[in-house]
């Protein structure tokens, strides 16, 4: 609905914000891929699985805190683009 | 002071710190103060629920046990949270706008609410935490018997019925206490979730200090650590590649569908933009919490006795040696996290109990009305407060039941998949709109019965609830239906097993019912409220209220919502509005808010009952959508009829204007006529005059001349009573007095007659006739017929302005009716004429032919009597007449009046 009326093409701005919208759906799959990396090692001793799942771990939590922190200040600077629904929180009609 | 004295103390000292937090957080709340009680923080501490008692203690045994792979039960949920702004952050928004009370409500409201899946997946829920329940007396029993075996070696405590009664009487009381405060759900439970968020630091704080203690006070540090890890039993990667991935799956799933993982994350999400927080502290605080958990599983296995319990090395570690402190830290750690799970837990299933089994029976049971006598608040009240202590006392009954065993430790990868059944529903519904509640029920009914077949009933041991033949052979010896070797798929896992099929089967279920099966119209608008809920984020609309009577509305939000808060509602939307007072107009909008509100209390599904027992059943059905259709059709039938009486009044005024202009031709030509008849009256009568005076005055006139004066006069005498007879016969044939005499004659003949009388054949008018047809022999009265066929002839001959003028007498029957057509080739009757040319003392032309204009007329009156007529036809024929009258029967008598 909302689609039909946006521009196709949207400022750099609102680009910027969709792609790391796209980021922050895709981290999950990123780090689905890293943490079933070990399923496919042999013979490996488990302390040098055990340090590759914790940093792999501490780095997507990272990862997660840059994207959650630049989707922040985008939405902080730039308004809403509804398209893929990204605006902050509507007040409820009435509380 | 014996330790497990001073455990107790420092256990009940801690209970009092907790309500005195949940007290302090919630009057802060009351009194507006609480802002920072509604910080992100707090909401990602408040998911830490997620790690019971069961990860606390039981992560480092399920470590000791194999390794690495404890690991899954945190990874899945870390990648469902780094993935929030995909799946959570919709769910959250969803949760907010419609006013989700529990993971129940979430799925009915968007399956048309529909109560009975709101059932199915409360009972579901029930069965799948009461055993987690359990777990968590289990563990803190467990642990409290360790200090115990401290103090009195040997003696085995035999008081665990009694701490695991005390400890699930003090969570009821607790969680009644904070957790009922208001019956609106949505409201946040200031103080229940502030005691959690202290739990929560509680227990990272104690499996750090326990970790950090293993590491540098046991061990020499991280290197030493990893040495001894390499010389363990669990040095090698041996980790199963289908329980990696099947467990990872299962705790994400499980995250999302554990009734109280829904509670914390969807239900008391106060602001959506705390996920962003969560996002990354939320994996960071699983992180931390497993980040000891090798380190403590090896240092146990080094260091304690063989036959002590991996399960309880947090504990144990410490308290063999000699950290007494730390111990009791820890130990308080394991209760936070069962005492907040408990609290939680009983929140989330007393609210679906109340709502979705308890209300409903209990509304139909007061006769199915809302507008019953009495509170309906107290009795949600109560009936939640019931519903908390009954959770928690069939919690505690199972772990009386099961008698604590090992049977009570696995207990909590079956109850993860057993909720895990709910996924299909949760995701399929909001990411697909075709998604239909019979596909849901279907979906979410085979998983469960799957799940309980091949899983749940087993794990009470062979021969408990399934026989061990059962489980050897498959039921009547079918061998592919063995609940471990479903379709003979062996060699898997068990959970994993489960997971598979439970999930495969549920899946399959949910999108070939849904695609089989047709939404009801409230289904529809919800699932597409669900699915595009960032494209709009109005509600479910479909009230159509306009017999709801606001009053009624009042009565019963007073009751749920309390009468202070209900008129306080009704009045802001009544100022909305634009209205005086207090009660606003019931508009669809304000109906909708309403329900919001209430199903905020009493879930979507009771919500949407009461208010449509008060408007009548009013949601929307099909047969609503229809009437609306059958309104526009209305509407529109009737602006076509609108038209059609506009067209008719068109017709009338112009009809009315022809009329007018008709009579305005009349009395012209009237006026004309009188000037023309006193012209033609005394024309003769000065002839008359003029000769007579000659023949009385004149002396001595010859005989020739008198005859041929007297011959004028009686000429001009004849014109004049020509004139007169004309009159009369119009004036006798008008007023329906005429005599008619009937005859019988052939209509040639009469053609013939009329042609004769008329001067007979001769060159100056050529008459074309075809004597074959005219061979009818006609009934009426000959001499009428005759005068009028005279008369056209006559007509012919005088008016008739062709070089060659010729007269074409046509004659047809139809049926019973002769019709003659006398056609000139002329220029014919002038169009403007055709309608007056038969009335009186109408002529074409002036006076060129002498004619008193009464012909026509005569001969429309005469026909009129012989139940025929008369009419001019237009231009393309020729110029010309047509005559029609029946060929027999004709005759009217005399004095009747057809004429009106």
């Known amino acids: 609905m909302t689609q039909a009326k946006d521009p196709i093409y949207a400022e750099r701005q609102t680009y910027r914000r969709r792609r790391l919208g796209d980021a922050a759906r895709l981290l999950p799959v990123l780090g689905a891929g890293l943490f079933g990396l070990p399923i496919f090692w042999q013979e490996t001793p488990t302390t040098r699985a055990l340090i590759y799942v914790f940093l792999t771990w501490a780095l997507l939590c990272i990862l997660s805190g840059l994207v959650a922190w630049r989707l922040r200040a985008d939405a902080a600077g730039e308004g809403d683009d509804g398209a893929d629904g990204s605006e902050e929180a509507k007040p409820e009609q009435v509380t | 002071m014996s330790i497990l004295n001073l455990l107790i103390a420092v256990c009940l000292g801690y209970v009092v710190f907790l309500f005195s937090v949940a007290f302090a957080a919630d009057r802060a709340a009351r009194r507006g103060r609480g802002a920072w009680l509604r910080s992100p923080i707090v909401y990602t501490l408040s998911l830490s629920i997620y790690c019971t008692a069961w990860t606390f203690y039981g992560a480092v045994g399920f470590a000791a046990r194999s390794g690495l792979e404890f690991v899954t039960i945190y990874l899945g949920p870390t990648l469902v949270m780094i993935g929030w702004w995909g799946l959570l952050r919709k769910m959250v928004r969803i949760g907010r706008s419609q006013r989700i009370t529990s993971i129940a409500d979430m799925i009915s409201s968007r399956y048309g609410k529909s109560n009975l899946l709101a059932v199915i997946v409360t009972l579901i829920a029930v069965i799948g935490t009461t055993p987690y329940i359990a777990l968590q007396l289990q563990s803190v029993t467990l642990s409290i018997n360790a200090f115990a075996q401290v103090d009195l070696p040997g003696d085995q405590v035999s008081e665990t019925g009694t701490t695991g009664f005390l400890i699930a009487a003090g969570l009821a009381l607790f969680t009644v206490l904070f957790g009922t405060r208001n019956l609106d759900v949505n409201e946040r439970h200031h103080g229940v979730v502030m005691a959690i968020a202290v739990e929560a630091v509680i227990k990272l704080c104690a499996l750090l200090a326990v970790g950090v203690f293993v590491v540098w006070g046991l061990g020499g540090g991280p290197a030493d650590i990893l040495a001894r890890v390499d010389a363990s039993d669990i040095a090698r990667w041996e980790v199963s590649n289908s329980r990696w991935i099947g467990l990872t799956m299962l705790s994400a799933a499980a995250f999302l569908c554990l009734p109280r993982m829904f509670q914390v994350m969807v239900v008391e999400n106060q602001d959506e933009s705390h996920l962003r927080t969560a996002a990354w502290a939320f994996p960071t605080y699983l992180m931390l919490m497993s980040l000891f958990v090798i380190p403590i599983a090896v240092m146990g296995l080094d260091l304690l006795p063989e036959d002590s319990n991996p399960d309880l090395f947090v504990l144990t570690l410490p308290l063999m040696h000699g950290q007494d402190g730390l111990a009791i830290f820890s130990f308080l750690g394991g209760f936070s996290s069962a005492t907040s799970m408990v609290i939680v837990a009983a929140i989330a299933l007393s609210t679906m109990v109340s709502n979705h089994i308890v209300m409903p029976v209990w509304l139909r049971m007061t006769g199915g009305t809302a507008m019953m006598s009495g509170d309906v608040r107290s009795v949600a009240l109560l009936a939640r407060r019931l519903s908390i202590a009954a959770v928690v006392f069939l919690g505690y009954l199972y772990f009386r039941l099961s008698g604590g065993g090992t049977a009570l430790a696995a207990i909590g990868l079956i109850a993860f998949v057993g909720v895990a059944q709910f996924l299909p529903a949760l995701l399929g519904g909001l990411i697909w709109r075709g998604a239909t509640r019979s596909g849901a029920l279907a979906g979410v009914s085979i998983g469960f019965v799957t799940w309980a077949y091949c899983l749940f009933l087993p794990s009470f041991g062979p021969d408990v609830l399934i026989s061990a033949e059962v489980m050897q052979a498959g039921p009547w010896g079918i061998?592919?239906?063995?609940?471990?070797?479903?379709?003979?798929?062996?060699?898997?896992?068990?959970?994993?097993?489960?997971?598979?099929?439970?999930?495969?089967?549920?899946?399959?279920?949910?999108?070939?019912?849904?695609?089989?099966?047709?939404?009801?119209?409230?289904?529809?608008?919800?699932?597409?409220?669900?699915?595009?809920?960032?494209?709009?984020?109005?509600t479910s609309g479909g009230w159509n209220a306009g017999m709801a009577q606001s009053e009624d509305l009042l009565i019963m939000a007073q009751r749920i919502m309390g009468p202070d808060e209900a008129r306080k509602l009704f009045a802001r939307s009544a100022q909305l509005q634009g209205l005086p007072g207090f009660l606003p107009e019931p508009s669809p909008e304000f109906i909708e808010l309403l329900e919001r509100e209430l199903s905020g209390s009493?879930?979507?599904?009771?919500?949407?009952?009461?208010?449509?027992?008060?408007?009548?059943?009013?949601?929307?059905?099909?047969?609503?959508?229809?009437?609306?259709?059958?309104?526009?059709?209305?509407?529109?039938?009737?602006?076509?009829?609108?038209?059609?009486?506009?067209?008719?009044?068109?017709?009338?005024?112009?009809?009315?204007?022809?009329?007018?202009?008709?009579?305005?031709?009349?009395?012209?030509?009237?006026?004309?006529?009188?000037?023309?008849?006193?012209?033609?009256?005394?024309?003769?009568?000065?002839?008359?005059?003029?000769?007579?005076?000659?023949?009385?005055?004149?002396?001595?006139?010859?005989?020739?001349?008198?005859?041929?004066?007297?011959?004028?006069?009686?000429?001009?005498?004849?014109?004049?009573?020509?004139?007169?007879?004309?009159?009369?016969?119009?004036?006798?044939?008008?007023?329906?007095?005429?005599?008619?005499?009937?005859?019988?004659?052939?209509?040639?003949?009469?053609?013939?007659?009329?042609?004769?009388?008329?001067?007979?054949?001769?060159?100056?008018?050529?008459i074309?006739?075809?004597?074959?047809?005219?061979?009818?022999?006609?009934?009426?009265?000959?001499?009428?017929?005759?005068?009028?066929?005279?008369?056209?002839?006559?007509?012919?001959?005088?008016?008739?302005?062709?070089?060659?003028?010729?007269?074409?007498?046509?004659?047809?029957?139809?049926?019973?009716?002769?019709?003659?057509?006398?056609?000139?080739?002329?220029?014919?009757?002038?169009?403007?004429?055709?309608?007056?040319?038969?009335?009186?003392?109408v002529r074409v032309?002036?006076?060129?032919?002498?004619?008193?204009?009464?012909?026509?007329?005569?001969?429309?009156?005469?026909?009129?009597?012989?139940?025929?007529?008369?009419?001019?036809?237009?231009?393309?024929?020729?110029?010309?007449?047509?005559?029609?009258?029946?060929?027999?029967?004709?005759?009217q008598a005399a004095g009747e009046n057809v004429a009106d």
């Open chain 2, 602 to 766: 009493v879930g979507a599904a009771t919500a949407h009952a009461m208010i449509s027992q008060i408007i009548g059943g009013a949601n929307v059905s099909v047969e609503d959508l229809l009437a609306v259709a059958d309104e526009t059709a209305q509407i529109m039938e009737y602006s076509s009829q609108l038209e059609a009486k506009s067209n008719e009044l068109a017709d009338t005024a112009r009809q009315l204007r022809e009329v007018n202009d008709k009579l305005t031709k009349l009395s012209v030509q009237k006026d004309a006529f009188l000037s023309q008849i006193s012209h033609e009256l005394r024309t003769p009568m000065t002839s008359i005059r003029s000769f007579s005076e000659i023949l009385r005055d004149t002396q001595g006139l010859d005989a020739g001349a008198q005859a041929k004066y007297a011959g004028i006069i009686h000429d001009e005498t004849l014109r004049l009573t020509r004139l007169l007879d004309d009159l009369l016969d119009l004036s006798v044939l008008e007023s329906g007095t005429v005599v008619l005499n009937p005859g019988r004659a052939r209509l040639g003949d009469l053609l013939d007659r009329a042609i004769d009388a008329t001067g007979g054949l001769d060159a100056r008018l050529r």
């Open chain 2, 479 to 538: 061998g592919w239906l063995r609940p471990y070797a479903l379709f003979g798929t062996e060699g898997i896992d068990n959970v994993v097993h489960a997971v598979l099929w439970s999930l495969s089967l549920n899946v399959a279920g949910f999108v070939g019912v849904s695609l089989l099966s047709f939404p009801t119209p409230v289904e529809r608008l919800q699932g597409a409220q669900f699915v595009n809920i960032f494209d709009h984020s109005g």
């Open chain 2, 845 to 891: 032309g002036e006076t060129k032919a002498g004619g008193a204009g009464l012909g026509l007329a005569i001969c429309r009156e005469i026909m009129t009597r012989l139940r025929g007529e008369i009419v001019c036809l237009p231009k393309p024929q020729g110029g010309g007449f047509l005559v029609s009258f029946p060929v027999a029967g004709g005759l």
């Open chain 2, 768 to 841: 074309l006739r075809e004597a074959a047809r005219e061979d009818i022999v006609v009934d009426t009265d000959l001499d009428r017929l005759v005068q009028v066929f005279i008369n056209l002839i006559a007509n012919c001959r005088k008016y008739c302005d062709a070089p060659q003028p010729e007269l074409r007498i046509d004659v047809t029957q139809r049926d019973d009716t002769v019709e003659v057509v006398f056609a000139d080739n002329g220029t014919g009757v002038p169009e403007e004429l055709q309608s007056i040319i038969f009335e009186k003392f």
